[in-house]
């Protein structure tokens, strides 16, 4: 009997992911298309641009020409598993909301991160190194602070990462002061193990093992190439 419940389970669960996978990433063709002009372009990295939404405040993520779907279809599934495991929105990461489509292409809609004034936020390169250029010693270490905030909600949460430096990180201000720090792009598996969303004690380890890896050093190399400039 539980040999037979668990390969129901089985069934069930992988046809969850086939369905999600054809009604996810096909386009409602009777939606009016949004037209995206060059001047609502917020950044560009190496396969999508991302765009201010033209009507709302939110973003839109949309493909390069000739960059292939799969990274971000596997991370847009990845949220949709996470987003049915932790059953509540967290505040640390720009979420996806919808797929509409726009004169560029399909476009990718996600939480646009803005600061209290609504003004888009900044990243944490640009604002860790004005800190350090200026020698705001107060700011380093409130973002200090809101690094490991970070790293134990990621860890707490089990949630991967695959890109994860300190241009994909926003810091949202909230009246002058820092309200806390939001991830915006490199959420997700390199590869399609869901080993890591089913077992909380293993799936602990990679996320703790990505930021130490990735971010981490990014921001201590800010702190020496200072350290080292100013002694010099």
């Not at 069934?11 to 298309?33: G, P, Q």
Request: with cysteine.
């Amino acid at each position: 009997m539980n040999i037979l419940l668990s390969f129901c389970d089985k069934i069930t669960f992988l046809n969850e992911r086939y369905n999600y996978s054809l009604s996810f990433f096909n386009t409602n063709n009777k939606m009016e298309k949004l037209f995206i002009s060059n001047e609502l372009l917020i950044g560009s990295g190496c396969n999508r641009d991302c765009y201010k939404h033209p009507t709302e405040n939110k973003c839109i993520k949309i493909l390069k020409s000739g960059a292939k779907p799969n990274i971000l279809k596997r991370e847009l599934k990845y949220m949709n598993s996470v987003r049915k495991r932790l059953k509540s929105k967290r505040n640390y990461y720009s979420d996806f909301i919808e797929k509409v489509p726009t004169n560029k292409g399909i476009g990718y809609v996600f939480d646009l991160v803005t600061d209290i004034n609504n003004e888009i936020s900044k990243t944490l390169a640009d604002v860790y190194l004005d800190a350090l250029l200026n020698n705001k010693i107060d700011l380093i270490a409130i973002l200090d602070l809101e690094l490991i905030k970070l790293k134990n909600n990621i860890i707490n949460d089990r949630i991967l990462t695959h890109d994860l430096h300190a241009g994909n990180v926003l810091v949202r201000m909230n009246k002058g002061n820092v309200g806390n720090l939001v991830i915006v792009d490199g959420i997700g598996r390199t590869n399609s193990i869901y080993l890591f969303d089913r077992f909380g004690f293993i799936g602990k380890r990679k996320p703790r093992k990505k930021f130490e890896c990735n971010l981490m050093p990014i921001i201590s190399g800010y702190k020496e190439a200072f350290a080292y400039l100013k002694n010099h």
